[in-house]
């Protein structure tokens, strides 16, 4: 078979294919991360790519389906349908753009947690004249390190490692002991340093947090896009990936362990320490995330009743997974709920201290998946909503992540003129992130442009004084539907719309939240009202402006003055697992706490649901 | 470099080797015992083999120095001297002649252990129809396997394992659980087995008990000579050849597990068992065995202080080592005291329990080396004496192993009559066993062909009626001294002689262990009379006649009536810790607790060991 060479722009990487492969796949293989909501099934349009060279290369119907005129004019093309049947020169939009480090990592919240369980060094200097005695100092040492009691097993390894540093002269050695066993051996002197990585793997985001075992101290954070995101926006479609290919599920949980590695590197590198000093990974995710990393087949999750294969938590080694790390490190993936809450929303309840909470207290990780819990005097009850494509960029029109370019605030003043926010410094807007969205829905009630319903009202109906101006920003759409035009274009940027449809997939995500909460109500026995606390986390729910969560109905019935923002609790909590042991045991126990509620078989659900779907009344401006 | 070919009788293995290999090395190449007590440099003559073609091989000064006229005549020469340089058909004289099944194994005493602590066994069976629900069932049967309390955390190893089982449609399949942690799953129904493996490494042999973890019970027993002992009958030579091979100690750490391999396998093939079901090793041995089969540098215990790279318990994973085993197997080697005191001196104290002993109790283990525990209150005192080469055939002309051929019982009765056992059935006397040696010398003593000197007396001192019989026995032998004829040779058999210097051999011995009591005892305060009881163990010190052990001297001042044989103690101590978790923490805390005597740098030991080499005062036959 033929081989044709792609250059990729910006980056210039080079590459050369057999004319069987698709342009997705070889950016793939590039390492370069394109967008591929649906998986790379030509389902979703995100995956669009300009073919530079040769000009205008061939058109599908699947290009003509998810690209305007003017993209297809200026060479766009969907990667994941197109083959390399000639060599090609093509710039990717977006991915190359931002870099990785760029990416917001949320700041976690001081700790009162006391770092407990750590694992303990202590450094072996023999004297060099009485290497005979080698095994008296050894002894000595141990008992150092080692609690009193009765005396160790020591593992074989250990040993070996320890005579051959010894016999080869390698002096001083450092011990590593854990509770009272005795985990490893290692040259020099590196007993001022106990690493530890926490990870909150997101459908969208990774973050690793390192931190410093012994004091609990955050030394260092990064993030990144998971850049499974090339097999597909959200769980499903990865899960679809896994199911077709028969190498998907090593493919995806070989992308995921790779994404760890250069985060580990990336945030041991910003502090000058070697890897090889961290001995404790601790990791949430969601359920499929959980699946992926550990590289168990994800299938049950695809299907219902979404059973997921494992709920423990699981112990594993990073070495043998690919993460940088001492050879005496241990792993855990803490433990989840059910097919769709996963580990980080344990996680979240650890660090909100959800099983603790004696008022009425509701928490709300808002990321690609909404999981919701309710708490009170111990009891957790949980559930999980499809709320997040929406959310996150996915099936809007113009949708996009919280990255450069993305209209992230939104607000229309007295005069009815639009003030906007844009992410990046001097950029003009490209697309609309999901906090921008909610923002825009909330204003565009408020001031009467679309209704309770969500119907985006003809020019004509408008009432008021900003009336006339905003009525310039309604265009005609097909179907006898309206848009909103957010941003105007100019020579240098595309105007940037909300449609109908896009209003239509915020009132799905928002009527899923706010319907899962009233279930959990519902069967808690309470009502909105007496909920004391609303704790709002994930990547989005921290960016979202409280007001606007409620002018938008995701939060119904709760005063504002009782709804706060935590940053990344999920992070939080795989941080308060990973520095202290008590922290981890009571997060596994948690879990076992936890009640799920499977919103698709409840009787209440679906009532609520549509009726969730109205927004609520509006709080209407002073004219 | 030319290669020739040498054919091995009676097993007619064939090998081609270079012309710079000695005999000794080719043998060893083919897994042929053969004896080299001194490691293969030429200094005891253990590796006679006999050059059946072509005849008349060459003769070297080493031949000439330990091999009889005859044996020369017959073309026995030394394999550790004698290269290949032309094609050879070699007759092994005993290493073949003896299948490793016949060697005698010690019975254990059935235990009062209770087994505590096994692995479990839970077979898990899911509906065919309800693949998805897998790990409801698998949580179930968790529930089931593992004791009540916080909820697991599940190696991923095992997770793995089990969701690629069932992926396969490999029903049903078995989990594992040791305390409260599942360590395996494997396919089938194995739940009626659960093995363990008990091994004792000694010097000159080792033995292996295959147990039933659950109840305890002994399935097979199997031993075989340890295959060390082609690089050296003692302790010290195998350290020596460790020492002076680059790849001594890989040698010396691979052959020991292979026998360990072949024993497991051998016993598992008795009871129709796959060695894949033994999940625990117990291992015990001398502090150089422990060493060599850990594979961790002995040299230090070559040399003063002898002091040892691990006293501890050593836990290692059974597979990485070779042993035959479940991929979830784990093994133990037991804690050794000192460089010269190991685990088989636990495990005796264990079996013994003398960390429990009320009245004054002394424990004897008469191996290779000789170990001596004297036990009281709580208190044990523990020393080491390099008794054993000659209780084990060693430095004796015409010693050997208790194998086919050799002397074990020797009476002369009041006609003056030798009487003699000789090991095997219908065989002819060809050499002497350690209690051989024990016996011969207490009757000369009795019957005073040998004074308290040691001194073998000229035919013309001997009084008494029988002189005349035994005094034809008197031969005169090198530097005017005598030895005595223990069987007449005939056409087909050698006579069998024993030395004036083998008496002294044995006088050091004897000496050796006497001392070492006399030591214990001042330290203690006690003396001999106050031995409430004498438990004799190990392979020499169980079928040595307690009044032999006596009359030698090797035991004094106590009463007859208060010394017995225990058996293989060291193999029941291993069984002990084997079934039993407290047993294998007791076993633990008793090495920890014992104390150790260094005789050579106490001030009486060197008096009393003078003292000690004189023989008792016999006890005159009524005549």
Redesign the interface.
């Given at each position: 078979m033929r081989n044709f060479t792609v250059i990729f722009l910006p980056a210039n990487s080079k590459i050369s294919v057999p004319c069987s492969k698709t342009l997705l796949q070889a950016a793939r293989e590039c390492k370069l991360a394109v967008d591929a909501h649906c998986g790379g099934r030509g389902l979703c349009g995100g995956c669009a790519v300009r073919i530079v060279e040769p000009k205008d290369p061939p058109l599908l119907d699947e290009d003509r389906c998810y690209l305007s005129r003017e993209q297809l004019k200026e060479g766009f093309r969907l990667a994941c349908r197109h083959k390399v049947d000639r060599d090609l020169t093509v710039r990717l939009p977006r991915a190359e753009e931002i870099p990785s480090a760029k990416l917001s990592i949320l700041e976690l919240e001081s700790s009162e947690i006391k770092p407990q369980g750590a694992p303990r060094k202590i450094l072996f200097t023999p004297p060099r004249s009485s290497l005979?005695?080698?095994?008296?100092h050894?002894?000595k040492a141990?008992l150092e390190v080692l609690p009193p009691g009765?005396?160790?097993?020591?593992?074989?390894e250990i040993?070996?490692r320890f005579?051959g540093l010894l016999?080869s002269g390698q002096y001083p050695v450092t011990l590593i002991a854990e509770e009272d066993r005795l985990i490893g051996v290692e040259p020099g002197d590196t007993s001022d340093r106990i690493l530890g990585a926490a990870v909150d793997i997101g459908t969208t985001t990774i973050a690793l947090y390192l931190c410093d075992l012994e004091s609990g101290r955050m030394l260092a954070a990064s993030a990144m896009t998971n850049s499974q995101s090339s097999y597909g926006a959200d769980v499903m479609s990865r899960i679809g990936f896994s199911l077709e290919n028969p190498e998907g599920l090593s493919i995806l949980s070989r992308t995921v362990r790779r994404d760890l590695k250069g985060l580990a590197e990336e945030a041991c590198l910003r502090v000058s320490a070697s890897p090889e000093l961290i001995y404790r990974w601790v990791l949430v995710g969601n359920t499929t995330m959980q699946h992926l990393f550990?590289?168990?087949?994800p299938s049950?999750l695809g299907?219902s009743?979404y059973?997921?294969?494992?709920?423990?938590?699981?112990?594993?080694?990073p070495g043998e997974l690919g993460l940088p790390s001492s050879p005496f490190a241990s792993g855990?993936f803490l433990?989840t709920v059910a097919g769709h809450v996963g580990a980080d929303t344990v996680a979240v309840a650890l660090a909100a201290r959800l099983d603790q909470a004696r008022k009425l207290t509701l928490a709300i990780d808002l990321g690609t998946n909404g999981e919701i819990v309710l708490a009170q005097g111990g009891r957790m009850l949980c559930c999980s909503t499809a709320a997040g494509p929406a959310f996150e960029g996915a099936r809007i029109q113009m949708g996009m992540r919280a990255e450069t370019g993305a209209v992230d605030r939104f607000r229309i003043n007295i005069k009815g003129e639009v003030e906007l926010h844009v992410i990046g410094e001097d950029v003009r807007p490209r697309g609309i992130c999901g906090s921008g969205l909610v923002e825009i829905a909330a204003e565009l009630l408020r001031w009467g442009v679309i209704d309770r319903s969500g119907r985006i009202l003809p020019p004509e109906e408008l009432a008021g004084n900003t009336a006339l101006i905003l009525s310039r920003r309604i265009k005609p759409g097909e179907f006898g539907q309206y848009s909103f035009m957010v941003s105007e274009g100019s020579d240098e940027a595309v105007p940037v719309i909300l449609t109908q449809r896009d209003i239509r997939e915020l009132q799905l995500a928002v009527g899923a939240i706010s319907s899962g909460i009233k279930v959990l109500l519902k069967l808690a026995g309470f009502s909105a009202e007496d909920i004391e606390t609303v704790l709002m986390t994930g990547a989005f729910g921290h960016y979202l402006d409280p007001s606007c969560a409620v002018a938008a109905g995701i939060i119904r019935g709760v005063n504002l003055d009782r709804i706060r923002s935590i940053g990344n609790a999920a992070g939080l909590g795989a941080r308060d697992a990973l520095i202290s042991a008590e922290e981890m045991?009571k997060a596994?126990?948690i879990?076992?706490r936890m009640e799920f509620v499977e919103l698709a078989t409840n009787p209440h659900w679906q009532e609520e649901f549509t009726e969730s779907m109205f927004f609520p009344e509006p709080e209407r401006p002073v004219r």
């Open positions: 005979r005695e080698l095994n008296i050894l002894e141990l009765r005396p160790p097993v020591l593992p074989l040993i070996s005579s016999g550990l590289g168990i087949d049950p299907r009743p059973l997921p294969l494992v709920n423990s938590a699981v112990r594993f080694s855990v433990p045991e596994i126990e879990a076992s």
